[in-house]
């Protein structure tokens, strides 16, 4: 599999953690039939820093979506191979959950992968996004919360929701959190 290893990049701030699944909410639904879009770089607690870039969402009724995720300090790089929900929690209309497929370039076998995005409208200054892989490159899950933007030092970031093509696509995708997210908690 070939990723690419350069995304418009930003800061976002991040900390890093390795936990244990939690269990998914249970208050998500179906997201409306829109794109959205992230380019951050996720800066963890301890200094080091993950890219997060890739499109995600509903076209014509179906799920598409490509996520990547480059990790510099332990030298992973995860790209998805399948998006399996796009869901939307009702009291935050403005952030998306992406769950998945991927794969991490020289680990074998497939990994699930949850993004959590908020598009807060003011490029680099509250946008939010955060990252749960597992397995890990280490094989324990890897998870980079949710946090907004650090500061102007680090460039900010972006995420970008993308106008719904038109209402909801009739239940384009009813899923069920828990198997759709692979038991992921978010980030």
Same mark, same amino acid.
């Given at each position: 599999?070939?990723? #690419? ?9 991040? @900390?890093?953690?390795?936990? @244990?699944?939690?269990? @998914? ?33 509903? $076209? ?5 979506? $490509?996520? !990547? ?5 332990? $030298?992973?790089?995860?790209? #998805? ?12 209309? /403005? ?7 991927? !794969? ?14 908020? /598009? ?7 946008? #939010? ?5 597992? &397995? ?14 650090? #500061? ?10 993308? &106008?719904?093509?038109?209402? $909801? ?9 828990? @198997? ?5 908690? &978010? &980030?």
């Amino acid at each position: 599999m070939r990723l #690419s290893t350069q995304f418009r990049a930003h800061a976002t701030a991040a @900390a890093f953690f390795l936990l @244990a699944p939690a269990p @998914a909410s249970a208050a998500l639904e179906e997201a409306p039939c829109d794109t959205v879009s992230v380019s951050a770089v996720l800066i963890k607690d301890n200094g080091w820093w993950g890219h997060l870039g890739g499109e995600a969402g509903c $076209r014509r009724g179906a799920l598409w979506g $490509r996520i !990547e995720y480059l990790d510099h300090e332990f $030298r992973f790089q995860m790209g #998805s191979t399948e998006i399996t929900a796009y869901l939307q929690d009702p009291s935050a209309p /403005d952030e998306r959950h992406i769950c998945g497929w991927g !794969e991490i370039v020289g680990q074998p076998g497939r990994v699930r992968f949850r993004v959590r995005v908020q /598009d807060k409208g003011r490029r680099g200054t509250e946008d #939010s996004a955060g990252i749960v892989i597992n &397995p890990g490159p280490d094989g324990r899950p890897y998870i980079v919360t949710f946090r907004h933007p650090v #500061s102007a030092t680090h460039g900010g970031g972006n995420v970008q929701l993308h &106008p719904a093509e038109g209402p $909801r696509a009739g239940g384009f995708f009813r899923p069920q959190e828990e @198997a759709a997210c692979g038991g992921l908690p &978010p &980030p």
